[in-house]
């Protein structure tokens, strides 16, 4: 898919999707009723994967997580 990022429609259109279906690793925690390591914890074992993850090491690294996953993870994981 093409994206013409110089459209400010378009632009616009890619800013809102983003804010509305992408969360960050705390943001997602919150929605997942985790704290954060549980959270990364829950990340590691591969029962949440990221929608988005740079190729960054460390802080570096950025994950984002799809709103929709996050909510149906919140509703069947374990208690």
């Given at each position: ?9 378009e632009r616009t259109a ?34 949440v994967e990221p929608f ?28």
């Amino acid at each position: 898919m093409k994206i013409d990022t110089n459209n400010p429609t378009e632009r616009t259109a890619i800013q809102q999707w983003i804010t509305d279906n992408l969360l960050s690793t705390e943001d997602a925690a919150k929605i997942t009723g985790q704290t954060i390591n549980a959270f990364r914890q829950s990340v590691k074992l591969r029962l949440v994967e990221p929608f988005f993850e740079s190729e960054g090491k460390g802080p570096a690294k950025v994950r984002l997580y799809l709103k929709a996953d996050m909510e149906n993870y919140a509703k069947n994981k374990r208690k």
